[in-house]
């Protein structure tokens, strides 16, 4: 309004805790630490932002985490009760309506992975027509609220990606958890289509990188992939499977900044579940010719060297 650029992207961000663990809220973008913001006697915070770019964010009042999307002067105050985080979360102020709407989005993923722990027990037929009819709920709810809020174009983006990878991630896992709770492989058995949801997904969206979502879809994918071609156990055959899944990231994932992570994850699951010398040496070669970030080779280079 004062004509200064930075004026536009003015932003505030507040809100009170009840029963708080700490006396502070860690607000990050992309898993990096933007700000904290430290509460007062009476369990509040307000900050004013001088300049915000537009996107999703996270805040942390440990253990606890959630997202928030800021639009151009968005105007955000919270309120929860950090005994039932999530539960208990509200938006108020510019920007709350879509906000409040990715809460009711999470509370109602949370509760269909509640609902779906016997349904992996099921035949596939069964599965996907529960899980279809759930995700056209969902879709159906995006489009009413979607009418009535008028959100922006990125903010649409990040709903539906979240409502397109939480099913997904649903997808990814069924076989694998069917046989862990049946006992019946019936992973090269399923309907030619039953991966068609993956023809949609855009692995290579920076933008999505560190979005839960996002990582989970990733890491189920490929575990499904990977663990479908194997013939062995998952942890007999943790050299062959996790260079198998550095192989695949490097076909399917263009991006260069989605793929140093996606293969430092990777890396670092690895260097968990497997500890031989010579397998390292094998895996790591591989990794060093992916990874064009030297800050996170050095660190995982690190740690495998310890190791």
């Known amino acids: 309004k004062d004509g ?38 009476n369990n509040r915070f307000f900050h004013k932002f001088d300049s915000l770019t537009p996107g999703l964010y996270s805040f942390k009042h440990d253990p606890e985490y959630q997202y928030v999307f800021f639009d151009k002067n968005d105007s955000l105050m919270i309120r929860l009760n950090s005994n039932d985080f999530d539960n208990t979360l509200m938006f108020c102020g510019r920007g709350d309506e879509k906000n409040n709407f990715m ?100 692995v290579n969206q920076a933008n999505l990188l560190f979005y839960s979502p996002f990582i989970n879809y990733m890491t189920s994918m490929l ?20 260079i198998k899944k550095l192989e695949i990231v490097d076909t399917l994932v263009k991006n260069k900044h989605v793929k140093n992570l996606v293969v430092n994850n990777i890396a670092n699951m690895y260097l968990l579940s497997d500890q031989c010398s010579i397998n390292n040496g094998k895996f790591f070669t591989l990794y060093s ?9 050095s660190k995982v ?6 190791i």
Request: no cysteine; glycine share 2%.
């Open 103 to 202: 809460m009711e989005l999470y509370l109602k993923d949370m509760k269909l992975k509640n609902d779906l722990f016997d349904v992996y027990e099921q035949p596939e037929k069964v599965f996907s027509k529960y899980i279809d009819s759930s995700n056209q709920n969902i879709k159906n709810l995006y489009n009413k609220r979607k009418s009535f809020i008028k959100w922006s174009e990125e903010f649409d983006e990040v709903a539906k990606a979240n409502i397109l990878l939480n099913y997904a991630y649903k997808k990814e896992v069924f076989p694998v958890v069917h046989e862990f709770k049946t006992g019946e492989n019936i992973k090269t058995d399923l309907p030619k289509s039953y991966y068609n949801y993956r023809k949609k997904i855009d």
């Open 289 to 297: 010719k992916m990874v064009s970030d030297e800050n996170m080779k």
């Open 223 to 242: 575990n499904n992939i990977v663990l479908t071609k194997s013939k062995g156990d998952l942890d007999d055959m943790s050299l062959e499977n996790n």
């Open 301 to 306: 280079m690190k740690t495998a060297s310890n």
């Open 4 to 41: 200064f650029m930075g004026e536009n992207h003015v932003a505030y961000f507040g809100g009170e805790i009840e029963n708080p663990k700490n006396n502070f809220v860690v607000f990050m973008k992309n898993d990096k630490v933007v700000d904290t913001f430290y509460l007062d006697k």
